[in-house]
Structures are given as C-alpha cells and as structure tokens.
C-alpha cells in the first residue's frame, strides 16, 4: 500500500506562489502511470488541476494553464506543483493523485493540502 503525504499548502495574497509536494513512501514510478494533482473547493466538486502520464507530457486545466506547472522526481518518489500568479479562486483543498498500473491497476490519494489565496 503506497502511502502519499502533501505539503506545501498555506496562505497567500493574490499573485503569490506556491509550491506543492506529494511524497510516497514507495514507488510510484512503474513502467505506466499517472501523477496528477486535484483540487476541491468550498461547495464544489473536486476537478482535475494538473496531470502527467508515463510519456511526461503534462495537461493542465485552462483555468491554470500558464501559472501552475506539475513535475516529478524518480529518486526522491515525489510529484510537486509548483503555483504561480495565484488568485483567490485557486483557493482550495490540493489533492495528490497516482495511479500505477503495473502489476494491475491501483490508484492513491494524499490526505489534501489547503491553499487559501487572499485578494
């Protein structure tokens, strides 16, 4: 059972920058996977923020595109999410999400990170 821990959250005014940082305490880089950070604000569903498959190609939603940009780290088993040009509706609880598919199918969630950005 991989175990993921988010950290990184925290308060900032509007413009400022995060960065986030999801560790597992096991591999999470298998031949095929998926690494991406969700994010779930007050009253609202939780929606996909940034994403990154085997091949490395990042998808970000438009809502981020161009200031939020996601990347990882083999050795250190490590996805982050760096966040720039906040604003106060990227205010929100930060998921890490992983999915391996070597030997089958397994997904995993961190226990959420707060971002709160003021204007």
């Known amino acids: 059972q991989v175990?993921?821990?988010?950290?990184g959250g925290g308060s900032v005014q509007t413009g400022g920058s995060l960065r986030l940082s999801c560790t597992a305490n096991?591999?999470?880089?298998?031949?095929n996977?998926?690494?991406g950070w969700y994010r779930q604000a007050p009253g609202k569903q939780r929606e996909l923020a940034a994403i990154m498959y085997t091949s490395g190609t990042p998808t970000y939603?438009?809502?981020v595109k161009g200031r939020?940009?996601?990347s990882r780290n083999n050795a250190e088993n490590t996805v982050y999410l760096q966040?720039?040009?906040?604003?106060?509706?990227d205010t929100a609880v930060y998921y890490c999400n992983v999915v391996l598919f070597d030997p089958w199918r397994r997904e995993f969630?961190?226990?959420?990170?707060?971002?709160?950005?003021?204007?």
């Open 26 to 31: 096991g591999t999470i880089f298998s031949p």
């Open 61 to 63: 939603a438009d809502s």
């Open 33 to 35: 996977n998926i690494h």
């Open 109 to 119: 969630w961190g226990q959420g990170t707060q971002v709160t950005v003021s204007s």
């Open 68 to 70: 939020f940009t996601i």
């Open 3 to 7: 175990q993921l821990v988010e950290s």
């Open 83 to 89: 966040m720039n040009s906040l604003k106060p509706e």
